[in-house]
């Protein structure tokens, strides 16, 4: 048998592992300076990335106002599924004509600016998507147990149970003619 300290040394050894971690990111450029450097590493005045976050701006509405349409969020929610999926392939395309649509080199090896620019936003419609299904799952859910009680309640109120009087609050049945004594 196992002692509960020896089954917690793994443990002990993991957390200790995510703390030196922690530590190292801790001493690590701040992430609002990465962010920041990002944000001033692009030029918001080209065209094309102006045109990208129009579209991504439109899509996240179309993706808000058409929730009641699942036809409608279905195909966008395929279509963003599969730019994501071949954002590797997207990003290299573009690494290697950049010059036709841009004027500096956005599109790095690990595809860092078409994540964030891209896949990121598609990724937030994608959320949106789901938990709109899911909420409408769970109405329907709601629907059908409802329908479900008045079903019930309907088929007991045609039984045999008809005849024998009203129930009394402990679920008994009362014979017909007797009252209660209250």
Known sequence: LCTMDELAAPLREVLQGLKKKWAEFQNEEPLWSVVMGFVHAI?????WIQALLAAQVGLLLVTVLTRKHATIQGTIFVAAMTVVYKGELLNELA??????FSQQDYF????IFFNVMISAPLLLGMFIIVINYLLACVGLLVKAKRMQIRHQAKQRGQTGDAGAGPSTTDGSKQ????KKAR
């Open 43 to 47: 030029d918001w005045k080209e065209r």
């Open 108 to 111: 790095d090896r690990p595809g």
């Open 95 to 100: 690494r290697k004509h950049w010059q036709e």
């Open 175 to 178: 014979s017909p003619g007797t």
